[in-house]
Antibody, heavy 119, light 107 residues
């Protein structure tokens, strides 16, 4: 059974940092690109970042570029999102999602982890 | 950045009725469009890719059409489990973008 389990969310002050993790199981992790997609409370979906199968290529949404860093450890079947200089507008549920290389189609999603940026 | 505009924002229909959802791109995107369904408290689910191809396990009542800038998701006869929010998504162009969503609600 395919599973994506996000962790690391929580409450953080503006300007703070947080690292999210997404552990995968049930599929060949190193054959898939991995993304983070977020959803602010009551709002729509916003793509955040993507990393290719070996971690050598990454892309970011304009609103998180420079502040966020995506990485992966294929030996641990885990993708990470390091979030720095957090702002109130980063408050959202963060989902990890997989996609076949070069498709950017999210065919399986985790259940998400909530990040709240507030003083 | 290519912007995807979905309409209407809300669609009020009864079970058994036909639903027609629109997604318009700010410039031509060929057929690089996908559709997702999201129910409350759940992660999104891929429905359609390549504008018109159903993803694995998606019922035949869901269909997609369009190319260039105008795309449509059609649900031929609404089932109770189809009442949800639907998003279109651009691929093959950075940054990836989603439309603002269409909520299909029970009338």
């Amino acid at each position: 059974e395919v599973q994506l389990l996000e962790s690391g969310g929580g409450l953080v002050q503006p300007g703070g940092s947080l690292r999210l993790s997404c552990e995968a199981s049930g599929f060949s992790f190193n054959s898939y690109s991995m993304s983070w997609v977020r959803q602010a409370p009551g709002k729509g979906l916003e793509w955040v970042s993507i990393i290719n199968t070996d971690g050598g290529i990454t892309h970011y949404g304009d609103s998180v570029k420079v502040r966020f860093t995506i990485s992966r450890d294929n030996s641990k079947n885990t993708v990470y999102l390091q979030m720095n200089s957090l702002r109130a507008e980063d408050t959202a549920v963060y989902y990890c999602a997989r996609s076949l290389p070069s498709t950017q189609l999210f065919d399986f999603w985790g259940q998400g982890t909530l990040v709240t940026v507030s003083s | 950045e290519i912007v995807l505009t979905q309409s209407p924002a809300t669609l009020s229909l009864s079970p058994g009725e036909r639903a027609t959802l629109s997604c318009r791109a700010s410039q031509s995107i060929s057929n690089y469009l996908a559709w997702y369904q999201q129910k409350p408290g759940q992660a999104p689910r891929l429905l359609i890719y390549g504008a018109s191809n159903r993803a694995t396990g998606i019922p035949a009542r869901f269909s997609g059409s369009g190319s260039g800038t105008d795309f449509t998701l059609t649900i031929s006869s609404l089932e109770p489990e189809d009442f949800a929010v639907y998003y279109c998504q651009l691929r093959n162009n950075w940054p990836l973008t989603f439309g603002g969503g269409t909520k299909v609600e029970i009338k």
